[in-house]
């Protein structure tokens, strides 16, 4: 059983930042998928960056890209999203996820992470 474990939200003004950590019960994450999803008031759960621990690779989604930045630490098992030049659109409960696949193929789709974090608010003003 994996415990994710969220923490890093808060409430910033428009253009400003914040970093999300996601830390793991696992003595290792070697083989899994993490991903950062979020869920804004009213509206489905969406994609928001992923990271094969594994091979290293990360993704996207687009409305994020070039603002957001996930990475990880291997020593401590945590995976972070930086996030800059936060909207008020970025406002949302955001939510850490994680998936054994050891071919490290990183999935936006929110039905093939089996296991989840508790999430954590973020709030951007304008």
């Known amino acids: 059983q994996v415990q994710l474990t969220e923490s890093g939200g808060g409430v910033v003004q428009a253009g400003g930042s914040l970093r999300l950590s996601c830390a793991a019960s696992l003595r290792t994450l070697s083989g899994y998928i993490m991903g950062w999803f979020r869920q804004a008031p009213g509206k489905e759960r969406e994609f928001v960056a992923g990271l094969s621990w594994s091979g290293g690779g990360t993704g996207y989604a687009d409305s994020v890209k070039g603002r957001f930045t996930i990475s990880r630490d291997n020593a401590k098992l945590m995976v972070y999203l930086q996030m800059n030049s936060l909207k008020p659109e970025d406002t949302a409960v955001y939510y850490c996820?994680?998936?054994?696949?050891?071919?490290?193929?990183?999935?936006?789709?929110?039905?093939?992470?089996?296991?989840w974090g508790q999430g954590t608010q973020v709030t951007v003003s304008s």
């Open positions: 996820a994680a998936d054994f696949r050891p071919f490290g193929i990183i999935t936006t789709e929110k039905n093939k992470y089996g296991y």
